[in-house]
Every structure is written in C-alpha cells, then in structure tokens.
C-alpha cells in the first residue's frame, strides 16, 4: 500500500537545500532530546510510541465495548472539547460518508456536544435525540473542563429522567484520567464504565487513546488499520534523514519559511471530508507552537468553495503566508459529467471527464497561481480514504509540531495561554475560590 507523502517543489527559490541543511543541524539535536526525554515538557511525550505500544486487552475492550454501544443504542454522543473531540470528529467526517446522519443504513447516528455553551445548539441535540436510545461517552482528561462538564450535568439529568439512575449508568461511560479531577470522582461514584487516558498524553495528542478511538470503533471504523497507520509513520518519522523523514522535512521546510517572515500557514482542501482534519491540525499547531511571543498562526481553507473568498487574500494580500495542501490522491466515487447536445453552458468540453478530475486539475492551477504569487506550498498526499492512511497522517503532523514546536524553542506540550480567559469568566460567573 502507498504511504501519504509529501511534496515540495512549490518551495522553490524560498527554502533553499543548503538552509534544509542548517535546519537539519538543529532537527538533529530536537531528535536526541525527544529519543532521550530531554526536551522541554518531557513528561508529556508518551504518543510518540502510542502506536506501537498500545496493549491489545485495550483494543480489545475498545471494540468490545464498541460493539455493545452499536447495539443498544440509535444515538450516540459524545462530550469533549479541543483534544478530547477533534480527533474522534475530524476521523468520523474523513472516513464516513457526508451524510452519514441522514442514511438509514448508518447507526447509532453520532453527535457532539459539550465543545460549545450554546443553548439553542444543545436544545437542537435534545430535539434530535428525543425518543432514541441514547449512549453518551464524556471525555475530560482534566475531569474539570467548564463546556464539558456543564453539558455532562444537563444531559445526566436528561439520562436519569429517561432511563432512572441505574438505566443512565449503563448508558454513560466516562473517558478520564486514571486518578485526578471530577469527573473520575463521578464515575466512580456513579459506577460508569470508565476508559483511561495516559497522563504523558496530552488532550491534542491523544487521538490514539481512548479519547479518539472510542468514538471512532463506535462509529464503526477499524481502529486496528488506524493504529496501523500510526505505528508504520511512528517507524518512518523516526529517521534522522529528511529524505526519508516526511515529518522532519515538513518541520525543517516551515521552520525556514517563518524565519523569513512566513507568519501564517493556511492548511488547503479540496473535499469536504477533510474539514475536521483542518480543524484538528489548527488546534494542534495553535496550541503547541503559540506562545512565547512566537509559533505559525494556522488557518485552514477548504478548496474550491474558499477559493471565492480567501483565495483573493491568498493571491494577493500581504505577502506573510505559506500554503500546505491537503490532496486525497484517489476519491471513492466516480462521478462523470455528461454530454449535452444543445450544450447551453458550454461545458461539453468538460464531458466524459471524472468530477474528481476537475477537482485535480483545480488543485494543480491553485498550487501553481499561488506559487506565482510569493506563497510557497508543500503539498501531503493521502493515497486514499483510509483509516490506515488517516493513522499515518495523524502521526505524521503529531511529530512534526513537535519537532516545529522545539526547533522554535517552545515547550509544544503544555498551553499556558489558555487560562486567561477560564480565571476571567470563572470571575464573571462567581466561582468560588478552592
Ligand atoms: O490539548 C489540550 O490539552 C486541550 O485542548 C484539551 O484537550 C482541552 O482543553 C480539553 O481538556 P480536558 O480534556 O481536560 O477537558
């Protein structure tokens, strides 16, 4: 099977071969410590061998307690915010269908809630769930996460009133950390199932734990392809050459780029399936590399519809962007456009030719247009829609923020950052002070 790989002709005349040799002196050095647990925030470095080392009695109550939540239920929902939802949700929109809610043959139907405060979005969920047996996985690796937890009391309530409290027991099961905060306090309480998230794994690393796979076995997905994917790129990003390395090399390449004053990096699609992986990518890198004054402001575009809207600012506005595209190599569908006699809209040109195609065609004039106009772009190919592929991808811009993270001389595992705004609403809100 082909690997994702990336490509970066469109980098040309900006990241030259000798500046990759630089970079690759200090990418050297980022290695050892990250082989060695040296690096800034050390303690939380255990998803670098997550694939390889997960136990299989976890995959195998993953799947056990996957199928039993595909049985006895019609609706599933699952809680979380940031880490503890992207990667489950940006894995259900690439390998399900777009519709997926709306087919029959497609069930439990999934949701996702307490990523928002929202009443009018939580009110919708309650209109959509009313009636249906409904199973909820909480994730918090904290246990103490406000959105989370606010929407985890209003729908317990919810659960207890429909199934009485020992009914709602069975229906929750709670995704947490093995000791500390609330929510483990509760589930013990409670007597939920529980599922553990390592405490060397932080929330936007921990797609390949419980956090993700959870929700991605009961969807439906194999998550032993996806856990494949992720060991195979666990092998490769540990080589030391950034021939061999796609990780390393797409590191060093957005290292140099910002150096000269690349600021912003816009993550392009061209399908729909890809929306979440752009919205996953984002906190990734936005969490770990912002701070200290520093990191690449993420952003991400889905292709061709943004292209009436931030293409402009792409093509033409100030010169402080880089551009990398997401390419899904082989769709699933074939669709052809027709020929039409009277051909009114003069697209018989275009008949006979795959929609995909058009598609392909779109992505190449878009990467060149850009590239003539001063932004650089890498482009990652992803053979097909896969979870095996997913798994490498996941893996593959894992290690790289990492290793963008500290060639930038950041800590890429904690985020401080965040608390400002909790201390001030929490003052707002009245809490009480512990
Ligand atoms: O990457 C992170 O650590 C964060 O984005 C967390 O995942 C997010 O804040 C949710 O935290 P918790 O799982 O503790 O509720």
């Not at 050390?42 to 307690?65: A, C, K, R």
Request: charged content about 25%.
């Amino acid at each position: 099977m082909k690997d994702i790989k990336i490509i970066s002709k469109n980098c040309k005349g900006f990241a030259a071969d000798k500046e990759l040799k630089a970079v690759s002196k200090a990418i050297k050095l980022v290695h050892k410590e990250l082989k060695d647990k040296s690096c800034p925030g050390n303690d939380y470095i255990g998803w670098v061998n997550l694939p390889s080392s997960i136990p299989n009695n976890l995959i195998e109550d993953l799947e056990s307690t996957a199928k039993k939540i595909r049985k006895n239920c019609d609706v599933f929902v699952i809680l979380g915010i940031g880490g503890s939802y992207l990667g489950a949700k940006a894995c259900i929109e690439f390998l399900k269908p777009s519709f997926a809610n709306e087919l029959k043959s497609e069930s439990p139907k999934v949701y996702f809630a307490g990523h928002n405060l929202s009443s009018d979005y939580l009110q919708d969920l309650f209109n959509v769930i009313k009636k249906k047996k409904v199973i909820i996985n909480v994730i918090s690796k904290s246990g103490t996460t406000t959105e989370t937890a606010v929407v985890f009391r209003i729908l317990k309530q919810y659960m207890e009133k429909i199934y009485g409290k020992n009914g709602a027991k069975d229906r929750i099961i709670a995704t947490t950390d093995a000791s500390a905060g609330a929510l483990r306090k509760l589930a013990q309480t409670e007597g939920y199932k529980t599922f553990i998230i390592p405490d060397d794994v932080g929330g936007r690393f921990s797609v390949l734990t419980p956090v993700g796979l959870l929700p991605i076995a009961a969807a439906g997905i194999n998550i032993r392809e996806l856990l494949k994917g992720a060991s195979d790129f666990e092998k490769k990003c540990d080589l030391l050459s950034l021939d061999k390395n796609p990780a390393y090399k797409y590191a060093g390449i957005r290292h140099i780029l910002n150096k000269k004053g690349k600021v912003i990096e816009v993550l392009s699609s061209f399908h729909p399936s890809l929306r979440y992986i752009g919205e996953w990518w984002k906190q990734l890198f936005g969490e770990s590399e912002g701070k200290d004054g520093k990191g690449i402001f993420p952003a991400a575009c889905e292709f061709t519809t943004d292209l009436h809207s931030m293409g402009q600012m792409i093509q033409d506005g100030e010169r402080n962007i880089f551009e990398t595209f997401l390419i899904i190599e082989k769709s699933q569908s074939t669709i052809k456009v027709p020929r039409f006699k009277d051909n009114i809209d003069g697209l018989n040109y275009l008949a006979g030719k795959d929609l995909d195609y058009v598609n392909l065609k779109a992505y190449e004039a878009t990467a060149s247009a850009h590239y003539d106009g001063k932004v650089p772009n890498l482009s990652i190919l992803i053979p097909k829609r896969t979870a095996f592929h997913l798994g490498q991808l996941f893996y593959f811009f894992e290690k790289t923020t990492a290793m963008s993270g500290l060639l930038l001389g950041v800590n890429p595992f904690n985020q401080p950052g965040v608390e400002a705004y909790k201390k001030k609403m929490f003052k707002l809100l009245g809490k009480p002070v512990t």
